[in-house]
């Protein structure tokens, strides 16, 4: 599934642009991640690739058709959107009618949800919480059962919305293997985040977002080798990226065994 965007932009009622010329071209099954500041204006970018917004300038093509064309929930079947808030996705009585109720929507046969509940509970981690309200679920949980309803209905293209907010390490775990199952399906992952290490970790793209535009767009590696332009953004590189850097070394890493690597190679180099 493709999605482009043609000179984007978006203006919330009595707000200046959110969204001020965006062009992109989003493909294959590569998992996509966007960062940049506070405000930069991601969520609203990602909020336009199922019709939840609409553009307000530009274009949104879906697979080659105008966004405009169809309705937020029939785009929805194939564009599925975790919000940053499960506040402002969750609204029944348990993890269970949670998941049920996309695929009822769209007429998903009774054994295959069921079917699907099984192996999608125990994806998110949630096996033992099915029937748990999702007031009473912790907040890690909760960001997990808004997962797991969006993957329910077996979305080509699944964004989530800052899905490491507040999450503990094995949150972070779980995460990754989800974004790589769902990479193996053949799906577009696109996340937004703020956890640099998880970034570099698990996303081969980087997106930065500056002021309601696209400020760099690459592979990770070399999105974080632009220092200057990133400082310019605000985003501050992992820990071990910085001290590489700072250390002189030529090449980018992104962990730990890679600046091994490189401090080894420069040896010998120089030997
Ligand atoms: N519903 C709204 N009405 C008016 N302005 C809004 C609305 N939502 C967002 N904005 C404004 O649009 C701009 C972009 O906001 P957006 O939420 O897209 O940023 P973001 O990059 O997702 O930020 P964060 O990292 O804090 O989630 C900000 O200036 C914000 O104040
Ligand atoms: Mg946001």
């Not at 932009?9 to 996509?32: F, I, S, T």
């Not at 169809?70 to 808030?85: I, K, L, M």
């Not at 949980?141 to 390490?169: H, L």
Request: charge should be negative.
């Amino acid at each position: 599934m493709k999605i482009e965007l043609q000179a984007l932009e978006h203006a919330y009622p009595g707000g200046d642009k959110a969204l001020d010329g965006v062009d992109l071209m989003l493909d294959g099954n590569e998992p996509v991640a966007i960062i940049g500041q506070n405000g930069a204006g991601k969520t609203t970018l990602v909020k336009h690739f199922n019709g939840i917004l609409r553009p307000t300038g530009g274009k949104v093509l879906i697979d080659g058709i105008d966004v405009n064309e169809r309705s937020t929930a029939e785009w929805s079947r194939s564009v599925g959107y975790v919000f940053q808030n499960p506040d402002d996705q969750l609204f029944l009585e348990s993890v269970r009618k949670e998941f049920e109720f996309g695929p009822r929507q769209i007429g998903m046969s009774d054994q295959d949800i069921a079917h699907r509940v099984d192996s999608i509970a125990e994806l998110v981690g949630l096996t033992k919480k099915l029937d748990v309200h999702p007031f009473d679920l912790t907040p890690t949980e909760k960001k997990f059962c808004t997962i797991g309803a969006v993957i329910m209905m077996d979305p080509s293209v699944v964004i989530f919305d800052e899905p490491t907010c507040g999450q503990d390490a094995s949150g972070n775990v779980c995460l990754a293997r989800i974004i790589e199952r769902l990479k193996a399906q053949g799906k577009l992952c696109i996340t937004i985040s703020h956890d640099m290490k998880f970034v570099t970790a698990n996303f081969s793209r980087v997106i930065v977002m500056y002021h309601g535009r696209v400020l760099l767009d690459g592979q990770t590696r070399e999105v974080f080798a632009q220092t200057d332009t990133l400082r310019r953004s605000f985003v501050t590189p992992p820990p071990v990226t910085r001290v590489a850097q700072g250390a002189g070394l030529k090449e980018t890493v992104l962990s730990v065994p890679a600046f091994i690597n490189a401090i080894a190679q420069e040896r010998n180099h120089r030997g």
